[in-house]
């Protein structure tokens, strides 16, 4: 701890902010005590809300060493008060850092490799015999597809043209045409306020340099590990989670097709209109997955999970969860 | 006890109607967790002393993933129970 204010001057505080004398305020702080203590001694347990509980807690005959002469003695069982903070006053406390999150530390979970540890623990909650469920991707995808090669982008260049020419007219064009792309997503409801700045950012800096299709060559090259493939041109309105839906008919495979495209996708919520997609088959069947599905689907969803993080998604940990339950 | 029964006590003893408590320790609440923000420390007799300080960045195990996660850094509050709590609940039974 820091500093401290002295109880004269939170009393001070206290009197000004409700208007009441020193004198009472300065009672009612000790009456809170006394009142708390009651509590304890009732129940073993306050609660002042949004401020936090306070617990009694047990601590029994403990073995103690005197430091002086080094001789054993037993601390005999006491209590001890605790204090845990309601989450109101957590995070007012810790705004500073209420940014950062939890990482997971690389290579630290179960490896991949080691499949026997990881066995034997599915038998051990059968209950979660939903494996289509994993935590992650139950949650439809709201996977946009934005068109970049596509209409979209000519007509942002024809704009970007239009208006840097300057023209009157030209510019009630515009709104039409952003108009059309706003309403271009209908499928996604959970955020739709994000998307549209995605838009904004990616096209930008794509306009400047149209020659950007050139990767579109490189995708099929792309070695997707001996496995059969299909190769999917995407249209306007695909997303990955239908492709997925399509092709496996497990929406929730979605991550398989987003690992082979790898280098390509980069978002997993932004699939580039007019590329070709490579769906990747599966060894087995969805009912009955491989090792080397669940491999993959595992890796997938690694993936998955990075880009999100990266993106700064709230719910990208799910994503390692899912992970980690095909591993 | 909850906070109601808090407010309830409070008014009794102090002879004030439970609008009155319950207003005073709403504003003993924020004035407490604004005090708390400002990373300063107080001491109310008989009941102990807030506090906060930074719990650093450390590694744990998170069962649900099967691995270790680091925990960022995190400001936390601290509290050290006064003379007044721990004399009076040293033999109270604790029912667990």
């Known amino acids: 701890m820091t500093e401290k204010i002295t109880f004269d001057a939170f009393v001070d505080k206290l009197a000004a902010r409700t208007e009441v004398s020193k004198r009472r305020a300065h009672d009612f702080l000790k009456e809170l005590a006394v009142a708390i203590d009651m509590g304890l001694v009732r129940d073993g ?19 103690g060493r005197n430091p002086q002469t080094g001789e054993s003695i037993v601390i005999p069982a006491h209590n001890r008060v605790l204090f845990h903070p309601a989450q109101a006053l957590e995070k007012k406390v810790n ?13 630290q979970g179960i490896p991949p490799d080691t499949q026997p540890p990881s066995e034997p623990e599915e038998p051990t909650m059968p209950v979660e015999e939903q494996p289509p469920a994993p935590p992650g991707p139950t949650r439809p995808l709201p996977i946009r597809t934005i068109a970049i090669v596509g209409a979209a982008v000519v007509a942002v260049v024809v704009i970007a043209l239009l208006v840097f020419r300057g023209g009157e007219e030209e510019e009630a064009a515009p709104p039409t045409e952003v108009v059309e792309e706003e309403v271009a997503p209908p499928a996604p409801v959970e955020e739709p306020a994000i998307a549209p700045t995605e838009e904004l950012v990616e096209e930008p800096v794509t306009v400047p340099e149209p020659p950007t299709l050139a990767p ?42 987003y690992r082979a495209n790898q280098p390509l996708l980069r978002n997993p919520d932004l699939v580039m209109v007019g590329i070709d997609i490579i769906i ?20 997938g969803y690694e993936l998955a999970y990075q880009a999100y993080q990266r993106l700064g998604k709230p719910d990208a940990e799910d994503y390692l969860r899912s992970s980690r339950w095909y591993e | 006890m909850t906070h109601t029964e808090v407010v309830q006590t409070l008014a009794r003893r102090l002879d004030i109607s439970q609008r ?19 990373e300063k420390g107080v001491t109310i007799p008989d009941l102990g002393t807030f506090g906060t300080h930074i719990r650093q960045q450390h590694k744990a195990y998170n069962p649900s993933y099967k691995g270790l996660i680091i925990l960022p850094t995190k400001r936390v509050v601290s509290f050290h129970p006064g003379t007044g709590l721990k004399g009076d609940l040293s033999d109270v039974e604790v029912m667990e």
Do not use: C
């Open chain 1, 45 to 63: 347990k306050v609660r002042i809300a949004h401020f936090g509980t306070f617990l009694l807690h047990r601590i029994g005959d403990t073995t």
């Open chain 1, 95 to 107: 705004r500073e850092y209420n940014h950062m999150k939890a990482t997971p530390v690389r290579g």
């Open chain 1, 216 to 257: 579109r060559e490189e995708p099929p090259l792309q070695a997707v590990e001996g496995m059969p493939a299909k190769v999917h041109a995407v249209k306007r309105g695909d997303t990955l989670w239908d492709l997925a839906e399509i092709y496996y008919g497990r929406a929730d495979f979605w991550p398989l097709i």
């Open chain 1, 280 to 299: 990747p088959m599966l060894e087995g069947s969805p009912q009955a997955l491989t090792k080397e599905d669940s491999t993959n689907l595992a890796k």
């Open chain 2, 20 to 38: 009155q408590a319950h207003d005073l320790l709403k504003d003993t609440v924020s004035l407490l967790t604004e005090t708390l923000s400002e």
